[in-house]
């Protein structure tokens, strides 16, 4: 049984020379997903402290970063359960590893996270409907079973660079 | 008993039957017509390498009978043939081969030029293979990934064995195998490991076996396709092990493709493992050590060949059993015209013929390396047969063991034996015979590969498991001269598969939405595709969505534009260098107009650039560019080595554009800030909150009117759009979609990229030569840009008013010539006249001013046609 679940966060992304990113990893406030040398999405509770303290970190070492709160941009979802793994080999070529990973996942580009019992899927908001569609029609036969309702996304593992 | 349909009748089947033995059972000697004589061709390999057996089964065409198990209610039949494959009057064809050379097609109906597409038809139709469903219905197949270190093909005790190597040692491996484990062996010891050996590997918790799996490629990666009874299993391997065997020689003699003759490991499993007699009275030609071993099965198994041909030392037990022993005979033809009737033989004692039913031959085999081939320059090894054809199973499964050990266990492709006689059939499958091959030689086609274009041969289902050796030896022994053979390139697919598993995993195109999809469904509006994103049309009376515009207070959906924020101290630098708009000295709060164009001066989209202030812009450019305009600005940005931020705000920004006469007061309802012409004038734009929504509005005028384009938070987006529709209830506002917005911006005389542009089209062919600052620094195409307006333009999208109402496209006349097309047209209800937009070419140096698009004239125009001095649009 696999359960495909939305799920809510916020989000913030940080551009910033490679050094001023390398510090995001630091602290405790949040995850960030370093999605590119020069660019981090860090996940939180809350976008607003997050902006601060982003701000705050990257600054001394690139005064022109640029910190966004882009929560609305992206869309969640999780694979839970057993058969997760087998819905996720369906919808995408990415190979799974714990910590993140980038590729395509039902044909859109997505950050891949790999947590102890579930499969986070971060991509456009644009897309939400699509990949959702996309899972249930090529993982039907997989028993993929839709809860109500989303659910908080707090990252379990800190990916770091 | 269970049983398949074949051809309306039940033909029963035994446990464990493919299809092909379930039909020999009945008596089925024909399985299908060759592709062009229509010659008989009847179970020979059995082993899946070959096209003799090609069936239709439950619709789908070429299937091989002998790999695929019967199952209850399966329906079977023949291919090809015309009115049947029994009585084929098509077979004609095989007493005209002069008629039909070799190539025959390249050089026959080229005149009159309707002769060939005539032929075609019917030589297509004539072919002996099978038909295609036409039914509309999709199968949907399955994809799904498998990531292992280590990939093998082949489940027989060379890829075994590479396998248990490889797990031992902690890898994770796939193995596939397209028949079950030991289908192919004979019951023996050999067999007996084989399976014990995969029972062994398969609980290894690191090893997964997948039998009737079939590889169809390696490609880059490696990545190895299996099709399977759901679908693709797209196996992604950190190596290969290929341990796909050998396949028997195919012998080459006259009459070698008559249904009677079999290669050895056929026959022999026909017997053994089938309990089915090959025929009555079967001669055997056996020269390898493994036909001698096939020779004892078939010889235990109650079949007497009435001779056997032999130059190899045969044990005692073999040749005591054998009435008529041949020994420096020499295989010259098979006869016989349905089936096999007699073999002839040359002896010491002159030319013998025997009376036969079956032809058993026993040669040698060579390896079934395709794959291998496929992976040159890969990670991919061979293990067994493949790599040594012939050798013994304990060398296979060391070889095996050695190639699962070590990931650089590279093997060389040997052994070569290929089998010319006199004449025969080369390549089965195409019918190409020897005597083919020497004629295209002689007419100057001299290299496999170019040799292999003409005649076709490799072409044909088996993709050269039977025949291309013997085209490469072939050439080599044509050219006389000491070169080694060169083998044709393999390439996938290595066996034959279903259309339906390669569309595995394939879909259309992703769907965008915006915020507002099902706002926009809640008001009746008819979605569409627009690109990648659906999009609303219309919600009803699209005339009045116009007027709206024109009129009162409209709003629209633009969040699919591309959004961007660029920042970091070289900001301005980077869209100086880029752009061909001036950036420098645009004040925080203004915008302008911005083009892209490629190197060579061409426009390649456009939008608007905002100053933000702080060093930092943001970018707009049109709703389907989003990605490319993206990848084109970070290479940009790499190239120059400029400190720059940029961020894709498109999908976390919605847009609503709000536009209209009274499309201020509007907005002025919902927000405390001054929207005023003062605060907020023409390509203007400002921090504002909206029914509580912080927004970035921008005054731009792609409708012609007022317009505040409303970037917000995208999850805010339905609530601003409810609250704007509120707010103008009294006003009459309505939303407008994309057919309004289309005649709006066309009486604006705006373009719309893609429709109305070429490929070539540079700034001063659209009229946009005023969005270019030449006398700005370098950005990208200006050097081109220099060099196309020093001509003379001989080619320029103009505005048209139309007597009546053309289609979009049709072309435009002057003086009897084509000189343009329209590429925008519609009716405007303001201007009551049907307007739009199109490309001319000049007419020795001269723009026509009246043209002819079909029927209705036209005149050329300046644009826009609505409101040419912009007051609306200021006010």
């Known amino acids: ?161 | 008993m269970p049983s398949i349909a074949f051809e309306g009748r039940p033909v029963p089947f035994e446990d464990g039957d493919t299809v092909a033995i379930a039909l020999f059972r009945a008596g089925v000697r024909t399985f299908t017509r060759s592709i062009k004589h229509h010659r008989r061709r009847g179970l020979y390999c059995l082993t899946g390498d070959c096209a003799n057996c090609l069936v239709t089964v439950d619709g789908v065409p070429g299937v091989r009978s002998c790999v695929i198990e019967a199952a209850e209610g399966m329906r079977v039949r023949r291919e090809g043939g015309w009115p049947s494959v029994e009585l084929d009057l098509v077979s004609i064809a095989d007493r005209l081969h002069a008629l039909m050379p070799v190539g025959f097609y390249y050089k026959a109906f080229v005149r009159p030029r309707i002769a060939w597409p005539i032929a075609e038809r019917f030589i297509r139709r004539a072919t002996g293979v099978g038909t295609l469903p036409t039914s509309s219905s999709p199968v949907h197949r399955i994809e799904r990934n498998v990531h292992v270190e280590l990939a093998v093909v082949g489940a027989g005790i060379a890829g075994l064995s590479a396998a248990r190597a490889a797990a031992e040692a902690g890898e994770h491996v796939l193995v596939a195998d397209e028949r079950r484990v030991g289908e192919l062996l004979l019951p023996g010891t050999d067999r007996d490991a084989v399976r014990a050996l995969a029972e062994d590997v398969a609980g290894l918790p690191n090893v997964s076996l997948l039998e009737r799996h079939t590889a169809i490629g390696v490609y880059e990666g490696p990545i190895v396709p299996l099709a399977g009874p759901d679908g693709i299993v797209r196996v992604h391997a950190g190596r290969v092990v290929v341990a796909t065997g050998a396949v028997e020689a195919h012998p080459v003699f006259p009459g070698n493709d008559l249904p009677g003759v079999f290669l050895a490991r056929g026959a022999a499993r026909l017997a053994t493992a089938f309990g089915v007699r090959p025929g009555d009275r079967v001669v055997a030609v056996v020269d390898s050590h493994e036909a001698i071993e096939q020779l004892r099965v078939l010889l235990s198994s109650g079949v007497v060949p009435v001779g056997v041909v032999t130059r190899a030392a045969l044990p005692e037990d073999v040749r005591e059993a054998l009435p008529h022993l041949l020994r420096d005979g020499r295989l010259v033809r098979a006869g016989g015209r349905r089936a096999l009737r007699e073999v002839e033989l040359e002896t010491p004692g002159g030319i013998r013929r025997i009376e036969a039913d079956a032809l058993v031959v026993g040669l040698g085999t060579v390896p079934r390396d395709d794959l291998l081939r496929m992976g040159d320059g890969l990670p991919v090894a061979g293990a067994g047969e493949v790599i040594r054809p012939g050798c013994s199973f304990a060398e296979a499964a060391e070889s095996g063991r050695a190639a699962g050990r070590s990931p650089s266990a590279w093997a060389s492709v040997a052994g070569f034996a290929p089998v010319l006689g006199r004449d025969g059939y080369v390549c089965p499958c195409e019918d190409v015979s020897l005597h083919d091959l020497e004629r295209a030689w002689a007419e100057g086609w001299r290299s496999s590969e170019i040799l292999k274009r003409y005649t076709t041969a490799t072409m044909g289902p088996c993709q050269g498991a039977l025949c291309s050796r013997h085209l490469a030896a072939f050439c080599s022994r044509a050219r006389g001269r000491d070169e080694p053979p060169v083998l044709t390139t393999a390439r996938p697919p290595a066996r034959p598969v279903a259309l339906e598993d390669l569309a595995a995993g394939v879909h259309a195109i992703v769907e965008k939405r915006t915020a507002l999809h099902e706002r926009h469904l809640a008001a009746g509006g008819v979605v569409a595709w627009s690109g990648s994103w659906k999009r609303p049309y219309r919600y009803g009376d699209w005339i009045d969505e116009y007027r709206a515009v024109r009129e009162r207070a409209s709003i629209m959906d633009v969040g699919t534009l591309a959004k961007f924020l660029v920042g970091g101290r070289d900001a301005a630098r980077l869209l100086d260098a880029v752009f061909p708009t001036r950036i420098e000295g645009l004040a925080p709060g203004r915008s302008r107009y911005l083009l892209a164009l490629d190197e060579a001066g061409y426009v390649v989209d456009d939008g608007m650039v905002l100053a933000l202030g702080e060093g930092r812009f943001a970018l707009t450019s049109t709703s389907g560019g989003a990605d490319r305009m993206e990848a084109w600005l970070r290479d940009r940005v790499d190239r120059l080595s400029m400190h720059v931020h940029l961020v894709n705000q498109t999908a976390m920004l919605g847009a609503i554009n709000l536009a209209g006469p009274r499309a201020r007061e509007v907005l002025q309802r919902l927000s405390d800030d001054d929207v005023g012409a003062d605060a907020l004038p023409h390509l203007g734009h400002a921090a504002i909150t909206v029914a509580g929504v912080a927004c970035r509005a921008m005054r731009v005028g792609f409708v012609g009117e007022v317009s505040f384009e409303l970037h917000h938070a995208r999850g805010r987006g339905p609530h601003l759009w409810d609250a704007l529709l509120e707010a103008g209830r009294d006003l009459g506002i309505r939303p407008h979609g994309l057919d309004a917005l289309d005649l709006l911006r066309l009486e604006k005389g705006h373009i719309y990229l893609g429709q109305d542009t070429l490929p070539d089209d540079h700034p001063w062919k659209l009229g946009l030569g005023w969005a270019v600052a030449m006398d700005k620094g370098d950005f990208v195409g200006r050097t081109a840009l220099e060099r196309m307006r020093a001509l003379p333009l001989e080619r320029a999208l103009v505005g048209l008013r139309f007597d009546g109402t053309p289609r979009r496209g049709t072309p435009l006349a002057a003086h009897g010539r084509i000189v343009g097309r329209v590429t925008s047209c519609g009716t405007s209800p303001g201007l009551g006249r049907t307007i739009g937009l199109g490309w001319l070419r000049a007419v020795d140096g001269v723009f026509p001013d009246r043209v002819t698009a079909g029927s209705t004239a036209a005149t050329v125009v300046a644009r826009p046609f609505y409101d040419p001095e912009g007051a609306r649009l200021r006010g």
């Open chain 1, 1 to 161: 049984m696999v359960e495909l679940v939305p799920m809510h966060a916020s989000f913030v992304t940080c551009a910033a020379d490679p050094a001023a990113i390398d510090r995001l990893v630091e602290p405790a406030f949040a995850v960030a997903l370093r999605v590119a040398p020069d660019e981090a999405l860090v996940v939180a509770d809350d976008a607003a402290e997050v902006l601060r303290e982003a701000s705050d970190l990257l600054a001394p070492v690139d005064p022109d970063a640029v910190v966004l709160d882009t929560t609305d941009g992206w869309a969640v979802i999780a694979l839970e359960g057993d058969g997760a793994a087998d819905v996720f080999a369906r919808v995408s070529q990415v190979r799974l590893a714990p910590g993140i990973a980038q590729g395509e996942v039902g044909g859109v580009p997505a950050i891949v996270v790999a947590e102890p019992g579930r499969i986070v899927l971060v991509f456009s908001a644009m897309w939400r409907e699509a990949v959702r569609e996309r899972i249930l029609a090529d993982g039907a036969g997989l028993g993929i079973l839709e809860p109500d309702g989303p659910r908080r996304w707090t990252p379990a593992t800190e990916a770091r660079p």
